[in-house]
């Protein structure tokens, strides 16, 4: 299997630029990434409404909200420099090993 070639990883902020949470610029932290899917689970973002079986726990059964999975096309990296959703450029450093970096102001994702 091919590798995921992904502009975004687990604990990224990440700003929703389309889709049905693109309204108000909202950001959150990723806390899955869904590997061949495109998808992402965002913290506090995306809620869905999960219906629970009654079970002896639980007579009345019930329903939980939880973050959905959003369409990684639909994030951004969020720039704590820019205070926007910005465009990553992928950069090779001496070190042999991938970073992103901010196309706009340089600002390093990776550490
Ligand atoms: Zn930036």
Redesign the pocket.
């Known amino acids: 299997m091919a590798a995921f070639a992904c502009h975004i990883r687990r604990n990224d902020i990440v700003l929703v630029c389309a889709g049905r949470e693109a309204e108000g610029k909202k950001t959150g932290k990723v806390l899955q990434v869904m590997p061949g899917k495109a998808l992402a689970v965002v913290e506090g973002l995306n809620y869905i409404h999960k219906c629970l079986r009654k079970s002896q726990d639980r007579p009345k059964g019930g329903i939980i909200k939880k973050e959905g999975p959003i369409a990684v096309a639909n994030l951004m990296l969020y720039?704590p420099?820019?205070k926007?959703g910005?465009r990553v450029a992928r950069e090779r450093g001496a070190d042999g090993k991938a970073g992103r970096k901010?196309k706009?102001?340089?600002?390093s994702f990776d550490g």
């Open positions: 720039c420099h820019c926007d910005v901010c706009v102001c340089g600002h």
